[in-house]
T-cell receptor
Framework: GDSVTQMEGPVTLSEEACLTI???????????LFWYVQYPGEGLQLLLK?????DKGSNKGFEATYRKETTSFHLEKGSVQVSDSAVYFCALKGGYQKVTFGTGTKLQVIP | DSGVTQTPKHLITATGQRVTLRCSPRSGDLSVYWYQQSLDQGLQFLIQ???????AKGNILERFSAQQFPDLHSELNLSSLELGDSALYFC???????????FGQGTRLTVV
């Protein structure tokens, strides 16, 4: 079945540092890929998405590129802020429109 | 506001009891998903409905059941509750293959 593997957290960075959160997936066919963010005490919100190979999703300074050859969708940001502290989930939408999530990576940005 | 409404927001109940969580999807969304989020298990997919029919099943216990009604709202029934069932339960909805899932704010269930 479909699965998503993302790097274990927590990830602790200083403000303005570069961020990469790795995500790889297993799926049949051509899934759509997503990154969601969950701020403390809130539900999940879509951060960015890509629906086909080589697409790049971007939002709020975050980027991720759909790499079919490596089955990856790594999340990157060049300069993180304290307000980026949250839990980040990689997800895919595959056959029958089922959405499968990774386990989440907690990011803590310190001033 | 995602457009997905979950009620109640908080629920405290005793072990052995039964509760029903309700979800109203965004207007026009045919798929409804239920997830359980606990501290030690992360976000666990429970079940998905599409236009009233069960479409996919995840790590849903036999004590749990769900359904989607003709007006597309969904209910998640949890019975014979145990302390370990305490968690945040999220509902999400989406439309189409490429559409993202929109999440409700969740129902926080505490079993005492």
């Amino acid at each position: 079945g479909d699965s998503v593997t993302q790097m274990e957290g927590p990830v602790t960075l200083s403000e303005e540092a570069c961020l990469t959160i790795n995500c790889t997936y297993t799926a049949t066919g051509y899934p759509s890929l997503f990154w969601y963010v969950q701020y403390p005490g809130e539900g999940l919100q879509l951060l960015l998405k890509a629906t086909k190979a080589d697409d790049k999703g971007s939002n709020k300074g975050f980027e991720a590129t759909y790499r079919k050859e490596t089955t990856s969708f790594h999340l990157e940001k060049g300069s993180v802020q304290v307000s980026d502290s949250a839990v980040y989930f990689c997800a895919l939408k595959g056959g029958y429109q089922k959405v499968t999530f990774g386990t989440g990576t907690k990011l803590q940005v310190i001033p | 506001d995602s457009g997905v409404t979950q009620t109640p927001k908080h629920l405290i109940t005793a072990t052995g009891q039964r509760v029903t969580l309700r979800c109203s999807p965004r207007s026009g969304d045919l798929s409804v998903y239920w997830y359980q989020q606990s501290l030690d298990q992360g976000l666990q997919f429970l079940i998905q409905y599409y236009n009233g029919e069960e479409r996919a099943k995840g790590n849903i216990l036999e004590r749990f059941s769900a359904q989607q009604f003709p007006d597309l709202h969904s209910e998640l029934n949890l019975s014979s509750l145990e302390l370990g069932d305490s968690a945040l339960y999220f509902c999400a909805s989406s439309v189409g293959r490429e559409g993202e899932a929109f999440f409700g704010q969740g129902t926080r269930l505490t079993v005492v």
